[in-house]
């Protein structure tokens, strides 16, 4: 059975002490959650407090922690970078590569993200890899040569036992930060696009055990209706996870 997932992405947000009281929240306001065996919920903070989230969670086996990105290289002479080893030595479990932010305004080509893909895994991370189209891309029709090709390029050449450790966000560029979430039956739609060419690539029973997270403007209002679609294994959530009440909300609507 493939886990459910809430990931909250909180981008380039908080200091410190603000971190620290929005993780102490989200752990009060989870603890019923964490006897439930089959959701699991990541906070993915800034790289500085990782350490720190990573303590504060320490022995909940429903939270973990992931980084929002890392390099691709193992170590090296590449100033103000961090590496996949760096963030698992702070007890962080996840990545997320190829959010349509590094993809965009840091030009990450395909490539680039493979190879990030590739040593996340090497190092005993889990790669939470996005993917998702333009709004000119969905409005000419292409969405699926899209995000088919993203995932070609990214994760597909994974042999099966690295693939399954990789979770799939599905992140519609046009909605991410802007208000507009898909309708659920958009997600629902990409989702088992995704589903499909899993199978075509690996098998149905690989296809059926990922965990496929839908972004983009979900927030405690609309979670629920999107969380209700048989292929839409939860969420990452942006803007929505920095306030500890409506990401709780997001995490009970599935
Ligand atoms: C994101 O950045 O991954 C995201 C989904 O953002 P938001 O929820 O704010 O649209």
């Known amino acids: 059975m493939r886990k459910k997932i809430v990931a909250g992405n909180w981008?380039?947000?908080?200091?410190?002490?603000?971190?620290?009281?929005?993780?102490?929240?989200?752990?009060?306001?989870?603890?019923?959650?964490?006897?439930?065996?089959?959701?699991?919920?990541?906070?993915?903070?800034?790289?500085?407090?990782?350490?720190?989230?990573?303590?504060?969670?320490?022995?909940?086996?429903?939270?973990?922690?992931?980084?929002?990105?890392?390099?691709?290289?193992?170590?090296?002479?590449?100033?103000?970078?961090?590496?996949a080893a760096m963030i698992l030595s702070t007890g962080a479990k996840f990545v997320i590569i190829g959010h349509s932010e590094r993809r965009n305004y840091f030009k990450e080509t395909d490539d680039f993200l493979a190879k990030k893909v590739e040593i996340a895994l090497k190092t005993g991370l889990k790669p939470i890899f996005c993917c998702g189209e333009l709004l000119s891309e969905r409005q000419s029709g292409n969405q699926f040569d899209i995000v088919r090709n993203q995932l070609k390029n990214g994760v597909f050449n994974l042999s099966e036992s690295e693939f399954s450790n990789v979770v799939i966000a599905y992140e519609p560029v046009?909605?991410?930060?802007?208000?507009?979430?898909?309708?659920?039956?958009?997600?629902?739609?990409?989702?088992?696009?995704?589903?499909?060419?899993?199978?075509?690539?690996?098998?149905?029973?690989?296809?059926?055990?990922?965990?496929?997270l839908y972004g983009g403007s979900c927030n405690a209002q609309n979670a629920a209706e999107l969380f209700a679609n048989p292929d839409v294994d939860g969420g990452l959530i942006g803007g929505a996870s920095l306030i500890a009440k409506d990401f709780i909300t997001i995490v009970n609507s599935y």
């Open 174 to 212: 046009w909605a991410i930060g802007t208000g507009v979430n898909a309708s659920p039956e958009q997600a629902q739609e990409m989702h088992a696009f995704i589903r499909k060419i899993i199978s075509e690539n690996y098998s149905t029973q690989i296809s059926e055990n990922t965990t496929i």
């Open 11 to 83: 981008k380039m947000n908080k200091t410190l002490t603000e971190a620290i009281s929005l993780i102490d929240e989200i752990v009060t306001g989870l603890k019923d959650l964490v006897k439930n065996d089959d959701k699991l919920v990541i906070i993915a903070p800034p790289f500085p407090y990782l350490m720190k989230a990573a303590e504060m969670t320490k022995g909940l086996n429903q939270i973990e922690i992931a980084a929002q990105n890392c390099h691709s290289n193992e170590k090296g002479a590449f100033t103000g970078e961090i590496s």
